[in-house]
């Protein structure tokens, strides 16, 4: 069974900064990527950042230049730093991990609990 756990979320003035976590435990054989998702109110969810074990990155267009994804491969760890934070970052952002359980299986998506942030105006 694999875990993802995700912290970090919480109300911040607008032009401020949060950095979220997202740790990967249990029955993981290898993990291709791992990102970030955020889904506001009343609309889709949508990708924000992620960053394959190989290092390649993809930033929504909305968080280029203010938002930064980095890894941690030895921990399983994936992180987000958000800065000039802005009241339509406000969301639910989920952790997802797409990942090996074992060497024979395909690469199967997973998702955390959903950590919330709020940006006041």
């Known amino acids: 069974q694999v875990q993802l756990v995700e912290s970090g979320g919480g109300l911040v003035q607008a032009g401020g900064s949060l950095r979220l976590s997202c740790a990967a435990s249990?029955?993981?054989?290898?993990?291709?990527?791992m990102g970030w998702y955020r889904q506001a109110p009343g609309k889709q969810r949508e990708l924000v950042a992620a960053?394959?074990?190989?290092?390649?990155?993809n930033y929504a267009d909305s968080v280029k230049g203010r938002f930064t994804i980095s890894r941690d491969n030895a921990k399983n760890t994936v992180y987000l730093k958000m800065n000039s934070l802005k009241p339509e970052d406000t969301a639910v952002y989920y952790c997802?991990?797409?990942?090996?359980?074992?060497?024979?299986?395909?690469?199967?998506?997973?998702w955390g609990q959903g950590t919330q942030v709020t940006v006041s105006s």
């Open positions: 997802n991990a797409v990942l090996y359980i074992n060497y024979e299986s395909a690469p199967s998506p997973y």
């Open positions: 249990g029955s993981i054989f290898s993990i291709n990527a």
């Open positions: 960053k394959t074990s190989g290092g390649s990155t």
